[in-house]
């Protein structure tokens, strides 16, 4: 796997449970204390996220950190 | 938990496997392509690690990405 490939499976992961969740990119957002282009670009595995926002972004969703990296 | 809590979870994380490996921080950073002070600022909490850089010490650490999360 490519470098860029965590990026894009992580991206879709997020997606994923964002909508189980029924929650838009900007209700996430607000949420995690991030911008909403930001979560944008993250599920479209534009940028290279830090641990700190991986972080802000599970309790957002309200799962373990975790099961962000689930197959 | 509070967002600096994460980092160093996730550096004492890096260094309990990495010496379950008998890998010294110089190994570590040479096999996952980092620096070596770099390998150092991480286990001390010190650097907001992206994902791309999580997934290499994984790689060179031969885990699943998820076992630097375990508790």
């Known amino acids: ?4 490939e ?4 992580f991206g ?5 449970i964002r ?3 029924n929650l838009s990119q ?3 957002s607000f949420k995690a204390d991030l911008h909403r ?4 670009m993250i599920e479209r ?6 641990l700190i926002n991986i972080d802000k972004i599970a309790k957002a969703l309200n799962v ?7 197959e």
Chains 1, 2 share one sequence.
Do not use: P, Q, S, W
Not at 45 to 50: G, M, W, Y
Not at 64 to 70: A, H, I, Q, S, T
């Open 37 to 40: 282009t930001y979560i944008g």
């Open 45 to 50: 595995a534009e940028k290279n996220i830090t």
């Open 12 to 16: 879709r992961r997020v997606r994923e």
């Open 26 to 28: 900007e209700e996430l």
């Open 6 to 9: 965590i990026l894009a499976k």
């Open 1 to 4: 796997m490519d470098n860029r």
């Open 64 to 70: 373990d950190l975790k099961e962000l990296f689930d």
């Open 19 to 21: 909508k189980e969740r």
